[in-house]
């Protein structure tokens, strides 16, 4: 039916909002004149999933974590649910992530931003029970790495900002929810469709075409990052980088991983799980590049 992301800083206000919303959300459904579909609202977070603050000490625990939090929002979508993920969420990537398996799952999406300065939320998490508390290392380290939503990614929009004196914007959330468009599926499913002859060719030469574009583009070789134009075919497609070194083997490694993986579904016999043109190969590499990159 509905995801709804939640991000911001730690100790930013962010699960007092995710229940103002689910409150929200189930009195407007049990209403005497509500004659919509049977719904039901799941909030996912750390706590729920029994995710340890200590788990964003590094990389290496933070990473399952994250994979607890997409495997209970995978298990959790579908057409009677609205799913709430309480969370930081501070990663583009990870937000990418999610946004793929709701678009998979032909459900709403919107992002909420919960925008508290900095300052603030260090005074809020110093409140907090120990429990409940991040290593104070881990806590700047968290703020520093947060990337912002943005209404101009596809995967955050649309974006509701939220401050810490704002009233939420529950009348619109409701809408967004309810009546709001859906992402269309990146996959055409064409019944009956073969690949054509010449696909692992085109694959492996679309592939390469980006690789190449991007290679010499700026936002490679600065380390700046952000979006970058990829004229490829008759489009003229962009890509969102992160502000980090990339170097020409990643790109690479990830061009071979993205071929092998189509490579096996065609000699799978696999009908249909990809218009076998230049522009489609380009925009599914696209976006697996900024899924892995962001990540």
């Not at 229940?19 to 959300?25: K, W």
């Not at 579909?37 to 933070?62: C, M, Q």
């Not at 678009?103 to 907090?128: F, L, N, W």
């Not at 009956?192 to 991007?214: C, F, G, H, W, Y």
Request: proline share 6%; with cysteine.
């Amino acid at each position: 039916m509905a995801l709804v992301t939640i991000s911001g800083y730690p100790a930013s206000g962010k699960t007092y909002r995710a229940e103002q919303l689910q409150t929200y959300l189930e009195s407007r459904l049990s209403a005497p004149d509500y004659d919509g579909p049977r719904l039901k609202v799941v909030v996912i977070s750390d706590d729920s999933l029994g995710v340890d603050r200590t788990a964003y000490d590094d990389s290496r625990s933070e990473k399952p974590a994250r994979g607890a939090t997409l495997t209970a929002l995978t298990r959790n979508l579908g057409k009677d649910t609205i799913v709430i993920i309480d969370g930081m969420n501070y990663i583009k990537g990870f937000r990418y992530q999610m946004h793929c398996a709701g678009r998979e799952a032909q459900v709403r999406m919107c992002t909420i931003y919960v925008a508290s300065p900095p300052d603030e939320c260090r005074k809020r998490h110093e409140e907090k029970e120990n429990d409940k508390k991040y290593k104070p290392a881990t806590f700047d380290n968290l703020l520093m790495r947060f990337e912002e939503p943005n209404s101009m990614a596809r995967w955050d929009s649309p974006l509701f900002t939220v401050s810490s004196t704002d009233e939420m914007p529950l009348e619109s959330l409701w809408t967004t929810i309810m009546t709001g468009a859906k992402a269309p599926t990146n996959v055409a499913v064409v019944q009956n469709a073969k690949p054509p002859t010449d696909a692992l060719q085109i694959l492996e030469s679309t592939a390469t075409t980006v690789v190449s574009l991007l290679s010499s583009s700026p936002a490679v070789t600065s380390g700046t990052g952000g979006r970058a134009p990829l004229p490829v075919s008759s489009v003229r497609l962009e890509i969102n980088l992160p502000p980090r070194s990339i170097t020409l083997s990643e790109l690479q490694r990830h061009k071979r991983q993205f071929v092998a993986v189509h490579r096996k579904a065609l000699s799978q016999g696999a009908q249909g799980s990809l218009d076998w043109n230049e522009e489609t190969v380009a925009r599914k590499f696209v976006d697996y590049l900024e899924s892995h990159l962001n990540t």
